[in-house]
């Protein structure tokens, strides 16, 4: 079993920077079957959708809307993933979830809450 804890959600103001942090915790054996960690939002009334996510090779993919604003980048070591946002917009309200996937199962955080307002 593995579990994933996010922090770094907050209140910022529109064109500003927070970074999110999720680690992954858990059995070695599960933890080392992850293969790809990301970032998903839920602003209120819409569907979950992808931000980002990032394969254990490293390679990024992004949604379009988030493309030269947002970094994720990804410490093995540390079983953590980050992501990077900045120039944030009212849009990019939501409530953030850590993901963290292997070939059988997807294990999901709790959300962190971002609001960026106007």
């Known amino acids: 079993q593995v579990r994933l804890a996010e922090s770094g959600g907050g209140w910022v103001q529109a064109g500003g920077s927070l970074r999110l942090s999720c680690a992954a915790s858990?059995?070695?054996?599960?933890?080392?079957?992850?293969?790809?960690m990301g970032w998903y939002r839920q602003a209120p009334g819409e569907e979950r959708e992808l931000v980002a996510t990032?394969?254990?090779?490293?390679?990024?993919n992004y949604t379009d809307s988030v493309k030269g604003r947002f970094t994720i980048s990804r410490d093995g070591a540390k079983n953590t993933v980050y992501l990077q946002m900045n120039s944030l917009r009212p849009d990019d309200t939501a409530v953030y979830y850590c993901?963290?996937?292997?070939?059988?199962?997807?294990?999901w955080g709790q959300g962190t809450q971002v609001t960026v307002s106007s």
């Open positions: 993901r963290a996937s292997s070939a059988f199962v997807a294990y």
């Open positions: 858990g059995d070695i054996f599960s933890i080392n079957t992850i293969n790809t």
């Open positions: 990032i394969s254990r090779d490293g390679s990024p």
